[in-house]
C-alpha cells in the first residue's frame, strides 16, 4: 500500500499546536500575508504575521525558540526549503517589550535564553527571504 506522506505530517502539525509568527524579510510588501494562507492550509497555526526588522534575507529562516516541536520544524523546513536556527538574533531580543522579562535586559542577545523569548507568544518565527518572493508561492 502506499502511504500519503503529506497527509501524515499535516496530522503531526496539527497534532503539534505551535505556534508560528510569519516575518517579511524582504521588500516585497504583503509577502508575510500570501505565505500566511499558503501554510494555513496545511494546518499550521500561524499567530501573527508582519515584517522583520531586516529586509535583506536571502533565504527563508525558521527560528526555533523553543525547541519542543520537531515535527511542524521539519515539515516547515521541507515546505519552506528553509534553514532553522535555535540562535537568537538581537532583532528578535529588541522585540520583547519592556519590562516582559528583566532578564533580557541584562544579557547579550547571544545569550538569552530561547525560552523567555518565547513565552505567551510563537514557539517558531518564520522569516520569509528573497527566496520566496515574487511568483513563488507554492509549497514543496
Known amino acids: ?20 509568527e510569519l516575518q517579511n524579510g524582504t521588500k516585497q510588501a ?6 500566511k ?3 494555513l492550509k496545511k494546518n499550521y497555526q500561524i499567530i501573527n504575521v508582519g515584517n522583520a526588522a531586516r529586509t535583506d534575507y536571502e533565504r527563508t529562516v525558521i ?3 523553543t525547541g519542543q516541536f520537531p515535527e511542524t520544524i521539519k515539515q ?4 519552506l526549503n528553509a534553514n532553522v536556527s ?29 525560552t523567555n523569548i518565547s513565552e505567551g507568544t510563537a514557539d517558531l518565527i518564520v522569516v520569509i527571504g528573497r527566496d520566496h518572493q515574487q ?6
Request: a negative charge.
Open 86 to 114: 535555535t540562535i537568537v538574533p538581537p532583532f528578535l531580543s529588541q522585540a520583547v517589550p519592556p519590562g516582559e522579562n528583566a532578564l533580557l535586559a541584562t544579557q547579550p542577545p547571544e545569550e538569552i535564553p530561547i
Open 30 to 35: 504583503g509577502l508575510a500575508g500570501v505565505w
Open 1 to 20: 500500500a502506499v502511504k500519503n506522506i503529506f497527509s501524515l505530517s499535516a496530522g503531526a502539525v496539527a497534532k503539534e499546536h505551535a505556534k508560528i
Open 63 to 65: 527560528y526555533d525558540l
Open 76 to 79: 516547515l523546513k521541507a515546505d
Open 135 to 140: 511568483n513563488n508561492f507554492s509549497l514543496r
Open 37 to 39: 494562507e499558503e501554510l
